[in-house]
């Protein structure tokens, strides 16, 4: 997941926005011959995948509150199955940067275009959307603005800074693009002192052209790197189902905790959409236990891995213990 945020003064009229109607999931017969078939699109979910409707009181005043402060989330915006049980918790993440990203990944739901415009006022009403909120732990988001000379740092760095000062008493969270590898926009971002660093990975390196053809395996390993290298937190996830086998999981997972990275997410990939890569296979909850356990034997601090993880799924849980004004300046 690489997303942003928008506003009234986005104006979606005048945007080329449209939904990334490639058909992923022919690009994904052409790459994975005889890595067995794809279930099909109507495939029964089983049923721990199964999540809470949304509803209740708590869920309606977290839904008012980002509609009043003219906010994006990405549970709405990539069609997050924990949206009933986050948003009834009063907890959501926030996307900035407009809600049309430049990318067009091949399991993500948000809207793929050329955003025209740029919210310069949405770093202080994600601050105050967050101080009513008044949780001890905040995950941002944004989408890829590569159209940008900065990629959306300068937004980045504005938003933590606002969330800073408004909500000094929660950890900050940023799940940031790869600014294209531009590395003075990551450490723009860094500069503003964030308490954890996550880019997601989001799957095994013979994947990334179809999963996330904009994206490089090893630029991701790098960006991890310069942050820990940093002394930042730093925290990242894949999505299993898609197509990887066991060998590629236990390998990528081995990459990742080599660049120093402490907190992982893994999750089952779920398809947003027939346009959309197809799930190979539904990932058993054991089997989810077992890649947890492999990947605390090997170094990560903390796993987070199950069918319904995100990478902010309780996340403030995850971040217990780690942040502590680790990685201010
Ligand atoms: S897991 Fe994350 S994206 Fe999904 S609903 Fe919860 S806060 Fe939103």
Redesign the pocket.
Known sequence: MENAAGSDSFDAGSLSAVPAFVDHSAAAAAILPGRGEPLPLNARKPAWLRAKIPGGEAYQQTRDLIKVSRLH???ES?Q????G???SRK???IMILGNVCTRGCGFCAVLTGRPTELDLDEPRRVAEALKVMNLRHA?ITSVARDELKDGGASVWAATIRAVRKECPQTSIEVLIPDFRGRWHDLDTVLDAGPDILNHNMETVPRLHKIVRPQARYDRTLELLSRAGERGFVTKTGLMLGIGEDQQEIEQTLRDIVSVGVEILTLGQYLRPSAQHLPIHRWVEPAEFERWKEFGLSIGYKVVESGPLV????H?DEQSDGLVHGHGRE
């Open positions: 989330t990405v549970c990539a997050c199955p924990n949206l049980e986050c948003w907890t959501a993440t995950v995100r990478s902010s799924y996340a």
